[in-house]
């Protein structure tokens, strides 16, 4: 069985009913995975899940998936995490998800449909996780006494990865870690700052103001076409203010940086969302874009971050190789012209896939850039998912890799 064969076979088993678990959801959606491990609707994952459904031209699905992030922007005024974890969200992808069914169907009601919700997220965003600086960051909004409750899971799970001593009770690496499973990359090192390796609430984060930007861009081109010309004016200056603030705050020696706006220094750690610029179209910089490649390349792919002297790497730092990373990356070499590195991209990324899926016979949630295995870390087991894995792994076959 070929590794399309095996997706098309499983991805019917990753559809939900409504009324699953007693959800009560206005109508059938995806799962990241066919077995028992992710069972719930996953904000961010559903974007990638639509990439795949999107490229194998499965409209309905895909518009399904949408309408389920439709209804959780008008019931609580954001999109939650996943449709059992409500006090966070997650990376806003949603009107990125309705610009390409747009861009797939041509039918103006795709954008009259979604335009409402698309407006109360991105409202959520500038309202609630705004910074001094005029940039966006991922915050904790679980209630103290939830943060309370798993303080010891937490606080466990980092064990030995801070400097910083914590009390029993503390709930400030609850806070933490929640504020950092918002950005969907949780969790990864890059907002250290003095001893602690978790002080996210000092950070304006980069791969937040890039999709910020991006969905900027997008909701305005969708509102010309429904011929909303002022509104759209509005939010090209959100998007034009926030470009000159994404490289007056984010760049360093060319390279672009997550950014602490308390301490004011960037981040120590290099990431693959220093290549969002180039992904979302807020710089052209070849030059800049081939040195992030350089930096994070790897026999069998880019990784997640460049290597860093640690013993403790958590799950979103080297050597891991994640899909939803993979994808922006290769669309920013395309857009740069840069065919070499974007072959890399979608060349090791389709290897990893099909070497462990003849391995194992099946598909993982993550993979390995030093050794073209599935990538392990200490915090849970790797899963074996659908999901974005199988859904980059679709587009890449649909682009002719």
Same mark, same amino acid.
């Given at each position: ?24 959801? +206005?109508?059938?959606?995806m799962t990241p995975c066919s077995d028992d491990t992710f069972q719930n609707f996953y904000y961010w994952d559903t974007y990638f899940i639509n990439v795949g459904l999107l490229a194998n031209n499965d409209i309905e699905m895909a518009r399904n998936n949408l309408k389920i992030m439709e209804y959780f922007a008008n019931k609580h005024g954001f999109i ?19 610009? &390409? ?41 679980? +209630? ?21 001593? =914590? ?38 984060? =980069?791969? =937040? ?81 081939? #040195? ?26 080297? +050597?891991?190789?994640?899909? +939803? ?17 974007? &072959? ?21 949630? #993550? ?35």
């Amino acid at each position: 069985m070929s590794v399309r064969d095996f997706i098309r076979e499983n991805n019917p088993k990753t559809i939900r009913d409504p009324n699953f678990n007693g959800k009560n959801l +206005p109508n059938a959606y995806m799962t990241p995975c066919s077995d028992d491990t992710f069972q719930n609707f996953y904000y961010w994952d559903t974007y990638f899940i639509n990439v795949g459904l999107l490229a194998n031209n499965d409209i309905e699905m895909a518009r399904n998936n949408l309408k389920i992030m439709e209804y959780f922007a008008n019931k609580h005024g954001f999109i939650p995490n996943a449709d059992h974890l409500l006090y966070g969200s997650q990376p806003p992808l949603f009107t990125r998800g309705v610009y &390409d069914l747009y861009m797939k169907t041509r039918d103006i009601n795709d954008i009259l449909y979604f335009v409402d919700a698309i407006e109360k997220e991105l409202n959520f965003w500038e309202e609630k996780r705004q910074t001094e600086i005029g940039l966006n960051q991922y915050k904790c909004a679980w +209630p103290d006494e939830l943060c309370k409750e798993n303080a010891s899971y937490f606080n466990n799970r980092v064990n030995g990865f801070n400097e910083i001593e =914590l009390q029993e009770g503390d709930i400030e690496m609850a806070k933490s870690c929640y504020a950092i499973a918002e950005s969907g990359m949780d969790i990864n090192s890059k907002y250290y700052s003095k001893g602690n390796r978790f002080a996210i609430k000092k950070f304006a984060c =980069l791969d =937040l103001n890039c999709l910020l930007y991006d969905a900027e861009k997008k909701f305005a081109e969708m509102l010309r076409i429904i011929k909303n010309d002022a509104k759209a004016e509005r939010f090209e200056q959100k998007a034009e203010k926030r470009k000159e603030l994404i490289n007056k705050y984010f760049l360093k020696d060319g390279l672009y940086y997550d950014y602490n706006f308390v301490d004011k220094e960037h981040s120590f750690l290099l990431t693959a969302a220093s290549l969002y610029p180039y992904t979302f179209g807020i710089s052209s910089d070849k030059e800049g874009a081939k #040195k992030v490649f350089n930096l994070l390349r790897q026999k069998y792919g880019l990784t997640s971050t460049v290597d860093f002297e640690s013993e403790n790497k958590l799950q979103w730092d080297f +050597p891991s190789v994640w899909p +939803p990373l993979v994808y922006f990356e290769y669309i920013a070499f395309k857009n740069l012209n840069m065919q070499e590195e974007a &072959d890399f991209v979608a060349k090791t990324y389709k290897n990893n896939v099909e070497y462990n899926f003849e391995k194992t016979g099946k598909i993982w949630e #993550k993979y390995n850039a030093l050794t073209n295995e599935v990538s392990y870390s200490f915090e849970y087991q790797t899963p074996t998912m659908l999901g974005w894995s199988a859904g980059i792994y679709e587009y890449f076959c649909e682009e002719g890799y």
